[in-house]
């Protein structure tokens, strides 16, 4: 009579076995590190309390919104020279005083610079995903500043998309991780987010040192619209993490308009303050030549 089962099984090697273990290893880490506190992420620094995202309240504190003047356009530092409101009683970079811009405005709130560029790439590129409610806190108070420029009575928030491939790889998309978070502190009535009007038709090479003619090449056919049906005679803001050279955004806000959208607003957790350093090494007109060409 054969002996039961057990004994058998227990002699074969379980060939899943490493997997199964590397499974619950890492779900006890996961959780681990959601009960007990770590060490700050930014600055080493011991976190004293248990939170969901591991950063001190020091380095938090330490992010700020940008201050002093900038362009009433794209957003981008002003010289004082330049600081100058125009009839209108707007205030333009060289740039924009130069090329239309797709979209009405841009406002970010911080700079693209220590913490925050730290936090937002805990969140991008080390997945912690917590980090996008206090980003969105910030992405909030950007849009709070425009909020009254919206002449329609609903807005179609609409985040960046991802090309499909990298949305999976990441396993979600920052900017509207970040976007949603915003809309928790604002009026979700009047501010309505769709992430299926926008898409992302392929991925596109990173963006750095190429010229602005590059980019705009680089950027050609990335982004279409699902039923312009959706964004025609509507008014539209595009959320994204960074603004960098704005041609993510200004080709989201292009290809929308293209589908009818009367107008496109932009609004980001952080930019780069390129000007302001650039104007120190080079004249204004190698500024003008470099961005518009
Ligand atoms: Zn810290
Ligand atoms: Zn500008």
């Known amino acids: ?41 930014l600055c080493a620094a011991p976190l004293l309390n248990i939170s969901r995202l591991p950063v001190c309240p020091d380095c938090l504190e330490q992010i700020q919104a940008i201050r002093g003047k900038v362009c009433s356009v794209c957003g981008d530092r002003v010289l004082s020279s330049y600081a100058i409101d125009d009839a209108s009683g707007l205030r333009l970079c060289p740039v924009c005083r130069r090329v239309e811009r797709p979209f009405e405005r841009a406002v970010a709130y911080g700079s693209y610079d220590g913490g925050l560029r730290e936090l937002i790439h805990l969140l991008k590129f080390n997945g912690v995903r917590p980090a996008a409610g206090v980003l969105g806190r910030m992405l909030a108070e950007s849009i709070a500043a425009i909020d009254a420029s919206f002449e329609q009575a609903t807005v179609l928030v609409i985040p960046v998309p991802l090309f499909k491939g990298k949305r999976h790889q990441r396993g979600f998309n920052q900017a509207e991780s970040i976007a949603r978070a915003a809309l928790r502190h604002l009026d979700g009535e009047r501010l309505q987010l769709r992430n299926d009007i926008l ?95």
């Not at 199964?20 to 770590?38: C, D, K, M, T």
């Not at 955004?249 to 009367?262: D, I, M, T, Y």
């Open 1 to 41: 009579m054969a002996v039961a089962g057990p004994s058998i099984v227990s002699r074969e090697p379980f060939p899943e076995r490493g997997l199964g273990q590397g499974w619950i290893q890492r779900a006890a880490e996961s959780v681990f590190s959601v009960l007990f506190p770590s060490d700050c992420r």
């Open 199 to 293: 898409l992302r038709m392929r991925d596109t090479h990173s963006q750095i040192g190429l010229t602005s003619h590059q980019r705009r090449e680089n950027m050609r056919g990335a982004f279409q619209v699902a039923g312009s049906a959706a964004v025609a005679g509507r008014e539209v803001l595009v959320v994204d993490d960074v603004y960098t050279t704005g041609t993510t955004v200004s080709e989201c806000a292009r290809v929308l308009r293209r589908a009818g959208a009367a107008r496109v607003w932009v609004a980001t957790v952080a930019r780069t303050m390129k000007l302001a350093s650039k104007y120190a090494e080079v004249g204004i007109d190698e500024v003008n030549v470099a961005e518009t060409a």
